[in-house]
Structure formats: C-alpha cells, structure tokens
C-alpha cells in the first residue's frame, strides 16, 4: 500500500502527524448536512491544505455550498458512507441529490455494515447520463458530474486496529496522479466492511486509551495483555480481533463464575457485594457488544425502503431463517422437529440454519452450535440442562448468518439470545409455541406459583414475536384468548416412509408378548407431566379383567425408577428407541396410549396412526385434535382412570372396532405430510416479511 492518509472528523491533527512521510497526504472528513432538513452527511477531502480546512469551515452548514466551494479549489472529495443514518431518516429525495452533488461515493467502508455498503454500490452503478439530467430538473441541482459516480474504499477505524485494513485501488506515480485517476473513476474499493465486533472493539480501544490518559491504573497482569491487544500492531486484523473477542469471553465466563459460585447464606452477606460486583463486570464487558449491534441495526433501519424506492421488490432475494431452540439432542417432540429442520435446511429444502447450545458445542449440517457459558440443571428435572450460551457469541454468530428472519422455538436461553437478537439488530422475530410450561411446571412442582410465574414468563416471551406459530387450531385458539392476537398454524407432519403398517414384525410381537396377545403401547418421556400414573392404573384394571394384554412403556425419563419399581403386572419398560427400531415397535403393537394433557401436538400419536394404530387419548391438548372420537380412536377425560381404561377395555374387546380406527387413522395420518406442513412455516414467514416491508419468495424444495 503504497500511499496513506488520515482523515479524522473535521481536524487535520492525525493526518499532520504522518505528514512528514514522503507518501502521506493531508486529508480530513468533514460534517455538512441539507440545510433544508438538517440531514448530516460526511465528506471526505484529500489532499488539501491547512489553508483550505480553515476556508471550509464556515460552509459546513450547507452541503451544496461546501461542494461548491471544493470544486473552485480542485479538491478532490467523496461522500463517505452514504447511506449510513446519522440522524433523521434518509429518503428518495436526499440519495437523489447525493448522487447530483458527488461524483465519487465511499461503497465499502470498514466500520458500516455490509448491507449499507453494499447497496451504495448498486446505486452508485445505476447512475446513468440521462438519469442525472432528470434528476437536475427534478431538483433544480446543476450536476457536478456526467452521469458516473466512482466508488473508493476506506478502514475508516477510529480504535487503530483496523488500519488500512479498507482501501482504494487505483494508478498513479504521485499522491496528484493517484488522485486524479480516483477522480475519473479509474479506482476500486478493496478490503474488509464493518461488523459488531469491529465497531465494539474501537470503542473498547478508546475507552482503554480514554481511561489510561486520565491517570487510571490498571493490575499489571491484565494491563501487559491489554497492551498486547490495543497497543501492539497485529499483521492479521481479523486475528487481533479473534484475540479481543477471546479474552472478552474468558473474562466474562471467569467473572460470571466467581459471580454465581457457592449460595449466599445469612453468614456471608458479607461476599455478596464482590460477588454483584463480578456478575456486573461480566456484563459490562459484553455491553459494547449489544451497544455497537443496536447502533448498526438503527444505521441498517430504512435501507429496505430505499433499495425498494429504487429498485422496487426484489424478487430474488433470498429467505434465511435462523432457528433458536433449547432442545435438541434430547429425546422430545420438540427436538425431533428442530433436528429435522437442520436436515432439510442442510440439504437446501428449506432456507433454514437451526441454532442450539450444547455443551461441547460440536456441530453438523445445517447446525450453529454454541458453547455454553454456564448450564443449570433443570429444577425437578436434573436430566434436562438448561444451557446459557454469551449473548455476544450469538449476536456475532447471527451478524454473520444474516438471516432475513429469526425464529424463536423455545423461551429458554437459547431462545431469549435469538430474542435479544433479533431486537438489537433490527430482524423481524417468529416464535413457535411447543409446550404448555405452566401446567408441565405445575406437574414437576406441585406449586401454583410457580406455574403462575411461568405462565406469565411464557406469555411475555412470545408477546414478543411479530407472529406466533401453534401446532394445532385448539392451541392457536387459547393463544389468542390469551392475547396473542397473530397467531397462526404450523402443524407436523409424518415420515410415511419409515412409520407405516408393513413394519409389523410377528418375531418382536412373540418376544414382547410372550403367552399374551394384544399389546398396548406408550411412547414418550417418562415423567410425572406425562401422566403415565394415570395410564399404569388404567392397565392395571384392565389387565385384572383381561390378562392376555401387555403394556410396552418407550422412553426414558426422571419418573422411571419411581414408576418401573410398582407397575402391575404385563407392563415392561423398554426405554428410549429411536429410528427403525421404534417404527417397528409401533407398526407390531395393537393399541396407542397417550394420557398426557401438557402436550402441545403429541407427535408420537401421529408417528402411531402412520403405523396402522388407534389411539386412546385424553380429551385435552393437542391429542384432542389429533384423535376424532370413534374414528381414529377414543377420547377420555383428563385425569381420569376409569374413563381411560373404559377406553382401553372397549377397544381391547372389540377387534373389529380397533380395525375400523386403525383403518381411518392411517388413511388420515398420510395426509399429513411434511410438506404441507413447511408450506405452512414458509406462509408464515412470508406473513412477517410482508409485514416488516420485505418480499422474499417463500417456497418448498420439490
């Protein structure tokens, strides 16, 4: 790189410290605006003089007087970032006369995001001869070019770590020469555009400089590395800021430690005060993060509307959805449709990347996995982890993805980060209702409270979203009583080709049934929110009255020692099974059962009917929409163990009926397609794009 200049804000002080280098040149970027509605803009000037930076001065006021006075001392200038918002909203009507005004625009700037960037360059390319003569009667501007505008490139880095990482290219043997060539637009912006974490990090640049200049001290471990990271020049940008954004984390885990460690009694009230204080070091340093990611989404807020005023929708535009979720290893409903997700969207059959924390953070297709800053096990519930990933991983990870949608599946931490993130960075936000916590927590505690807190935590959560997904017409329904007004469905489907009646294996039915002859079947985790106490009494009678039936019990759960222990007799617990190997316990089974009441949707009594079974289920939750009364199987009540093995015994009695059900329940379960139902997800994301002023094309891979 071959010349260099500083072009501070309205002060020539950085570039005169340089200006003894026989390739350096004096430059400044000075603060202008449209009079008329106080619209500041930026404006670089190279290559000028002591002289020339005093004489503009008093013209900073009026854009159009400062140009006019550039031109009359031949200096060479550019708008720097044009569409970068700095204060009121740019429109039609400013970009216009930019374009009248500058015969040079600054396309790629190393601290402005890439989509601002971006579409400058498409405009600055879009100028024609003809459009500028329209413009300049339109305006009553006289143009100050022919209808070209060149582009340049520039670091624009205020925390000087980022220096010269941005450029512009172009010919030249001497600073004039170099000049002249930008000036005719033989030149091109070369190099990095701006993020989050650039812009956070010249602020913590700053900071740390600011603070060390007032005569504030810092321990000498932490000030030798502070110096290595914001002093010493790096020969890798990207690098350095890998390093900052490294130690950031470290010392945000290391304090969120100390903060948490050890429970506070009454004896040491004394440790709390140290304690807050780690926990709001930790979050102090994560707050130039969410800062720096919440100024980027204002500067990105009504680049749509311009790129549409001038190019109108763009039709081609891709659709990205970033899914957050806090369940997916597990072996729930819930993480069976987000794995499935990151499979589709790893094969390109949906526009779809599913996001999650686990512990060791590995991933897979269509998988971003983050690495948990702390995880708590689930109150009641020790299997389950609840797993917080740092807020600044997933607003960097997001940044980078940059999705046109985000969806919130699950209102844990993973969930509230996508939340979070969606908010600071100005994207619109889905959420997916899985699973009714309030009564689940209801069931695990046995305290009113709490489910009350839950509810209210739930509630929230998803008042939130620009539009909530239910899994069922029943659940959009209370959704909406409850005041979520946009609510619409996203149902399930079902995988026909690996649940379906020809898995039957007369060889596993001998082996699960032994001397008996019908078998009945329960799928799904075994917990108290299951109700499996419930269906365990309702076997219990019917197996008293008719001793050739067998229960299998699939799954795997807290409950189950508790549960396994006391079970009558002819029940057997298999625990958990996935893939070939359940489909073909489903397709040998005679009955379905499924008396849980917190289940949203109740996938396995879908997974069931695809195998050829009828279901017993309870009249509440998703299962309610699932099973049609005497057509695709029997309903009792909640809670009820006489009514549930009144269900049991009819259908254990009545062949004919249970193939009748059978019959009309896998006709009805081929009908539910996956397909049909990621329509539904894309008709919804569409919905909200719409909403939110973005057309994208919503459609699903053949």
């Known amino acids: 790189m071959r010349y260099v200049t500083i072009s501070d804000h309205n002060t020539l002080d950085g570039a005169l410290r340089i200006a003894h280098h026989p390739d350096a040149f004096l430059s400044v970027e000075v603060t202008t605006r449209f009079a008329q509605d106080d619209v500041p803009l930026h404006v670089l000037v190279w290559n000028l003089t002591e002289e020339d930076h005093r004489d503009l001065q008093p013209l900073r006021p009026s854009v159009v007087e400062l140009t006019a006075f550039l031109r009359e001392r031949r200096l060479i200038h550019a708008l720097a970032h044009p569409l ?23 396309t790629r700037n190393g601290a402005r995001p890439e989509e601002s960037n971006e579409l400058a360059a498409r405009l600055a390319a879009s100028v024609t001869p003809e459009w500028i003569a329209r413009l300049a009667d339109r305006h009553g501007i006289e143009p100050t070019h022919d209808g070209r505008i060149a582009t340049t490139g520039g670091s624009d880095d205020h925390g000087a770590l980022d220096v ?18 930008v ?6 912006p070369g190099g990095e555009h701006g993020s989050t974490v650039k812009l956070a990090h010249a602020l913590a640049s700053l900071a740390v400089h600011a603070y060390r200049e007032a005569g504030g001290e810092i321990e000498p471990p932490l000030a030798q590395q502070i110096s290595v990271l914001f002093d010493q020049d790096s020969e890798n940008a990207a690098v350095r800021h890998a390093e900052i954004r490294g130690a950031s984390a470290y010392l945000v885990r290391l304090l969120g430690e100390r903060g948490r460690r050890g429970g506070i009694g009454l004896h040491e009230l004394d440790l709390l005060g140290n304690r807050l204080a780690a926990l709001a070091a930790a979050a102090a340093l994560q707050l130039p993060y969410l800062a720096t990611a919440q100024h980027h989404a204002g500067s990105r807020r009504g680049l749509r509307e311009i790129d549409e005023t001038f190019f109108g929708p763009r039709k081609g535009r891709e659709l990205r959805s970033l899914v957050f979720t806090d369940t997916y290893d597990e072996a729930n409903g819930v993480a069976g449709t987000m794995r499935r997700l990151a499979a589709e969207g790893a094969a390109g059959a949906l526009p779809i990347r599913v996001a999650t924390a686990r512990s060791d953070a590995s991933t897979e297709p269509g998988l971003t996995a983050f690495s948990p800053d702390w995880t708590l096990p689930l109150p009641t519930y020790e299997q389950l982890e609840l797993r917080f990933p740092l807020i600044t991983d997933v607003l ?10 985000i969806h919130v599946a699950t209102p844990g931490p993973v969930g509230v980060c996508g939340l979070v993130a969606a908010k600071l960075l100005g994207i619109p936000v889905v959420g997916s209702y899985h699973t009714e916590l309030g009564p689940y927590a209801l069931h695990l505690t046995r305290d009113l409270v709490v489910a009350e807190a839950i509810d209210l935590w739930v509630d929230w959560f998803y008042g939130r979203c620009d539009i909530v997904l239910a899994p069922t017409s029943y659940v959009a329904e209370a959704l909406r009583a409850r005041g979520k007004v946009e609510v619409v469905v996203w149902g399930r ?26 078998l009945l079947l329960s799928v799904g985790r075994v917990s108290h929110e299951k109700r499996l106490d419930v269906l365990l009494a309702a076997f219990a009678r019917v197996h008293a009255r008719i001793p050739s039936t067998r229960l299998a019990v699939v799954g795997d759960g ?5 549960l396994e222990g006391p079970a009558p007799p002819g029940v057997f617990f298999l625990g958990e099974v996935r893939g070939q190997q359940l489909a073909q316990i489903y397709a040998s089974a005679d009955v379905f059962c499924f008396p849980s009441t917190t289940d949203t949707f109740g996938q396995v009594v879908l997974e069931a009917a695809a195998s050829g079974l009828p279901s017993v289920a309870v009249a509440a939750g998703g299962a309610a929409e699932l099973v049609t009364h005497g057509v695709t199987g029997l309903l009792a009540p909640a809670d009820d163990v006489e009514g549930f093995a009144d269900a049991l015994e009819r259908l254990v009695d009545d062949r004919f009926l249970r193939a009748r059900l059978s019959q009309e329940a896998l006709a009805r379960a081929q009908q539910r397609t996956w397909r049909t139902a990621d329509a539904q997800l894309l008709d919804a994301y569409a919905t909200v794009l719409e909403a939110a002023g973005t057309r994208h094309p919503a459609r699903v891979a053949a």
């Open 183 to 188: 000036a005719s637009g033989d030149c091109a």
């Open 493 to 518: 489907g079902v995988d026909t080709d690996l649940f379906r009646p020809e898995r039957r294996s007369n060889a596993l039915r001998e082996q699960l049934l032994g001397d008996a002859s019908l």
């Open 396 to 405: 960097e990870r997001t940044e980078s993805e940059r999705p046109s949608l």
């Open 164 to 181: 010269a990482t941005t450029w512009t290219e172009a010919g030249g043997d001497s600073v004039e020469d170099f000049l002249d060539s």
């Open 558 to 562: 807290p409950a189950r020692a508790e």
């Open 84 to 106: 970068y918002r700095m204060g009121p909203p740019l429109t039609r009507r400013h970009v216009e006369r930019m374009m009248l005004l500058f015969s040079i625009w600054e």
